[in-house]
């Protein structure tokens, strides 16, 4: 939680942020579909400074046999950053973090992905984070729902996520990593944006009642905006495989 003086530098007077967003603006986000020719699926996407690449594989065989679900289809997911992703080197085996992320963005992805489809087999969606900043899961979670999308997976729904924030007292869209190590509160918000559903809402710090209700809107919001450019993204990529 940041004091007066780290206050400032997050927001200013005029309600500029520290890399000079307004406080309902979202970072850039560039959203590739299809950039991996071994996979089924796979998607690139770079918000903000994140840069993250995700390949689905399957439906498929499940190995050992026993985990396989006579009924259902089984999705399995892992996040993983690079070692050279974040400024300090991480070490390259799995992080306590990385496998609570892993299971976040599996479970907000599954009320989506028409599993019931495909029993006895599992979809593998695998994140590599490139390069890290605050907001990363969201980010892995919009690059997944368009893997999936790109590998043909019969889903309800899209799953579109990002993070709102309170910094400096002020509810903030799109928590970046200077606002997520000094600011008050962080809240990733994933949707399935055609029927509301909320599959992910975490919080992190505390907020009143009222800034708890704002904070929920304002994510939601800047998910209908990621919702847009991942519609945009799988056009393109089916508009370019139509013409090849």
Known sequence: MGGRE?????????????????????RRIMIRAGVLHNAN???YIEFGDNKIVAGVFGPRDVHP????????????????MQPY??????????????IEISKVIKEALLPA??????PRTAVDVFVEILQADGGSRCAALDAAAVALADAGIPMRDMVSACAAGKVADTIV?????????????????AIMPNSGQVTLLQ???????DEYRKCIETGIAGCRLVYDIQKRALAERHFKGAGQ
């Open 85 to 98: 992703s974040v400024t300090e080197r991480k070490r390259p085996a799995p992080s306590r973090r990385e």
């Open 41 to 43: 699926g796979s998607a």
């Open 203 to 209: 919080l992190d710090g505390v907020l009143t009642r």
């Open 113 to 118: 992905v028409m599993l019931e489809r495909f």
């Open 6 to 26: 780290t206050d400032m530098v997050l927001l200013d007077a005029n309600g500029i942020r520290c890399d000079g967003r307004r406080v309902d603006e979202p």
């Open 173 to 189: 869209l799109d928590i970046n990593n200077e606002e997520d190590q000094a600011g008050q509160a962080d809240m990733p918000v």
């Open 65 to 80: 046999k026993h985990q396989s679900n006579a009924e259902t289809g089984i999705l399995r997911v892992r996040y993983h």
